[in-house]
């Protein structure tokens, strides 16, 4: 799977400790998927917080647009 990652993305992923593994698991193998006109949320628990990451289709790859923790505040 091809991924690209927004400028914003990359922040989000260093501030809130989420890795490339991560994201990987969540939008091959989520547990709930909202998928929308042009995005799609994919979402999946690690221990007891649920990772949301927000990505579109370009082509033939996957651009990441953010990730966060459900309920955290910013």
């Known amino acids: ?3 690209k990652y927004t400028l914003h993305a990359r922040k989000r992923m260093r501030r809130r400790h989420i890795t490339e593994e991560m994201i990987v698991e969540t939008i091959t193998a989520p547990e709930i998927e909202y998928p929308s006109f ?5 979402s999946k628990t690690y ?3 649920q990772l949301g990451v927000v990505y ?3 082509g033939n790859y996957r651009k990441i647009i953010t990730v966060f923790w ?3 505040r910013v």
């Not at 042009?38 to 994919?42: E, I, K, Y």
């Open 70 to 72: 459900k309920g955290e």
């Open 47 to 49: 221990g007891n917080r």
């Open 56 to 58: 579109t289709m370009e």
């Open 1 to 3: 799977m091809q991924l």
């Open 38 to 42: 042009d995005t799609t949320v994919a």
